[in-house]
């Protein structure tokens, strides 16, 4: 079946720290991934997302590399801030006849001053 | 610009009592809509999607139920509801024909007591 997965359900940073979240996929024939933010009582925000014929994408203070050889993605964040806490999401576009995101389970990132 | 309109955004139910959950999309047309549900603490599980007006299909066999009425609304209901429908909903939305991630809505938060 299909899945998607995360090392590490927390991770503590101080501020201005670098923060590294990573995710393991299971269907190596996805060539979408997206990593979401979500807030406390809030939906998932869109963050940053990559295509399978890439293996790194910067955006703003944000970088994802994806590995396909082992079915892994990361998130990278610079300089991280308290604003930052949240949970982290990978997700993989899969096609069963339909194309639909299937979620990991999420990465608390947790930033102190 | 799209927007995506979730309510309520918390709601406290006896169990047996019915469920309307609505989801209205602006400033697009014939959307990809989706319900997700997500319990305390975990990721994201995909409940029901719809390609146009009528058309739902199911992801996981449930005690709820979808809707759509008109090309930019979705309903998740239930007639009874259990304590196991606790959670998390949110409603999404994604742009037919291009890729991309999903913009999610703000979220319900369903408690049944």
């Known amino acids: 079946g299909e899945s998607v997965g995360l090392h590490l359900p927390t991770l503590s940073v101080q501020e201005g720290d670098n923060s590294i979240i990573n995710c393991a996929y299971s269907?190596?024939?996805?060539?979408?991934f997206i990593w979401y933010k979500q807030e406390s009582g809030k939906g998932p925000q869109f963050i940053i997302d990559?295509?399978?014929?890439?293996d790194k994408r910067q955006g703003q203070r944000v970088t994802v590399l994806l590995n396909k050889t082992v079915k892994h993605l990361s998130l990278q964040i610079a300089a991280t801030q308290p604003g930052d806490s949240a949970v982290y999401f990978c997700?993989?576009?899969?096609?069963?006849?339909?194309?639909?995101?299937?979620f990991g389970t999420g990465t608390r990132l947790l930033v102190s001053p | 610009s799209q927007t995506i309109h979730q309510w309520p955004a918390t709601l406290v139910q006896p169990v047996g009592s019915p469920l309307s959950l609505e989801c209205t999309v602006e400033?697009?047309?014939?959307?990809?809509l989706y319900w997700y549900r997500q319990a305390a603490g975990r990721g994201l599980q995909l409940l029901f999607y719809?390609?146009?007006?009528?058309?739902i299909s199911s992801e996981v066999p449930q005690n709820l139920s979808a809707s759509r009425p008109q090309d930019r609304q979705f309903i998740l209901s239930s007639k009874k509801l259990l304590l196991s429908d606790s959670g998390f909903y949110l409603c999404?939305?994604?742009?037919?024909?291009?890729?991309?991630?999903?913009?999610f809505g703000s979220g319900t938060r369903l408690t049944v007591v």
């Open positions: 719809s390609i146009g007006i009528d058309q």
């Open positions: 990559i295509r399978s014929n890439m």
């Open positions: 269907n190596s024939a996805s060539d979408y």
């Open positions: 997700a993989e576009l899969v096609d069963t006849g339909f194309q639909k995101l299937v």
């Open positions: 400033g697009t047309s014939n959307p990809n």
């Open positions: 999404a939305w994604r742009r037919i024909g291009l890729a991309g991630g999903y913009t």
